[in-house]
T-cell receptor
């Protein structure tokens, strides 16, 4: 079946612009996770959803970052007023209910100039 | 909070050599432990996992045993191949953080013919 998909695969933006990153989880998976992979910080957890609810937003690096999930499916990660340190690969993963294996998407490579 | 420490790389081995990548963790409660692998140009894939103490995860000739007494989950393979060249990430998940994955910094492995 279809895996986790993310769009766009690559995004180049100018400092100060807003960007939206999209994640389509595996159908039927109620848990969805966002991570960031960068050279300096390794793999960092950002936020997770159980259904449409995000119980813990403490992993978001700053208030410029926000995320939502609608219909228990698609999720969008929004970065406002992007900074160069936001450059990274943003990864999305889903799992059936949360405690099981997480399946990762291919990521969105974000470059902020 | 929870954390994962894994040995620094890069690790360079000749084909058919024995591989060990060390991983230790700090966590409250009863975490699950994972090894993920990232092959060049590809996304993160689950390699193996263990959900309770003394469990052994295995896949593709790789093994790791969940040792609660030493808080370790070392990855081993008896005879590596060139195709095993990749970055390996140790990770844990815990119910108190919605099962979000907490990753180590990754160990790059290069296997030469």
């Amino acid at each position: 079946g279809a895996g986790v998909s993310q769009s766009p695969s690559n995004k180049v933006t100018e400092k100060g612009k807003d960007v939206e990153l999209r994640c389509d989880p595996i159908s039927g998976h109620t848990a969805l996770y966002w991570y960031r992979q960068s050279l300096g910080q390794g793999l960092e957890f950002l936020i997770y959803f159980q259904g449409n609810s995000a119980p813990d937003k403490s992993g978001l690096p700053s208030d410029r970052f926000s995320a939502e999930r609608t219909g228990g499916s698609v999720s969008t990660l929004t970065i406002q007023r992007t900074q160069q340190e936001d450059s990274a690969v943003y990864l999305c993963a889903s799992s059936p209910r949360g405690m099981e294996t997480q399946y990762f998407g291919p990521g969105t490579r974000l470059l902020v100039l | 909070g929870d954390s994962v420490t894994q040995m620094e790389g890069p690790v360079t081995l000749s084909e058919e050599a024995f591989l060990t990548i060390n991983c230790t963790y700090t966590a409250t409660g009863y975490p699950s432990l994972f090894w993920y692998v990232q092959y060049p140009g590809e996304g993160l894939q689950l390699l193996l996992k263990a959900t309770k103490a003394d469990d052994k995860g295995s896949n593709k000739g790789f093994e790791a045993t969940y040792r609660k007494e030493t808080t370790s989950f070392h990855l081993e393979k008896g005879s590596v191949q060139v195709s095993d060249s990749a970055v390996y990430f140790c990770a844990l998940s815990n119910s108190n953080s919605g099962y979000a994955l907490n990753f180590g910094k990754g160990t790059s492995l290069l296997v030469t013919p």
